[in-house]
């Protein structure tokens, strides 16, 4: 295969994922999609893959960052019930300084910048941030899902497609918003 010195490789990456989306039809998992794209590339172009990679290194890192820190979070919600929290926080005041640790390690997204800080480092207005940003995305969500519930009731037994257009959905979604 003649490489040449100017790839784009964004291009063609996107044209390997473009094919493997086509080959899985219209129900497809992203992860199986996405297995195979780095499949073919191994097989079929090495070089483009690991030129690919190694141009989205920091994208990549960055986004593995922020799943481990929403991880945590959710690990911290997950074994701290009320209950539990209220002993530990009693724990916490009467001494006992790792009873909190799950929580006072958990680091939030503080600033538009996406800079990260841990629970324990927050201040007033790292917390208001914090809050505004989980409200935000609490609203998108609720918006999102009042969206999917009014097309559940039109459409029936039928699908998305055979009810509407790509103009009326324009249209029900502005209506909601």
Do not use: C
């Not at 929290?85 to 724990?91: D, H, I, M, P, S």
């Amino acid at each position: 295969m003649y490489v040449s010195l100017k790839r784009n490789l964004a291009r063609e990456v996107r044209e390997a994922v473009d094919k493997e989306l086509e080959a899985a039809g219209d129900t497809f998992i992203a992860g199986v999609v996405a297995s195979r794209v780095v499949a073919r590339l191994r097989q079929d172009d090495p070089e483009l893959l690991a030129k690919f990679l190694d141009q989205h290194a920091e994208p990549i890192f960055t986004r593995m960052v922020g799943d481990i820190t929403r991880a945590q979070r959710s690990h911290a919600r997950a074994v701290s019930s009320r209950s539990v929290f209220a002993g530990a926080l009693e724990r916490y005041e009467s001494g006992e300084t790792e009873a909190l640790g799950a929580w006072l390690d958990t680091i939030y997204v503080v600033t538009l910048g996406q800079q990260r800080k841990h629970l324990r480092d927050m201040d007033q207005e790292d917390l208001v941030y914090a809050a505004r940003d989980y409200t935000d995305r609490a609203k998108s969500n609720a918006s999102q899902a009042a969206f999917l519930r009014a097309l559940a009731d039109r459409v029936g037994a039928r699908t998305v497609g055979e009810v509407f257009t790509d103009e009326e959905l324009s249209r029900m979604w502005n209506s909601l918003a």
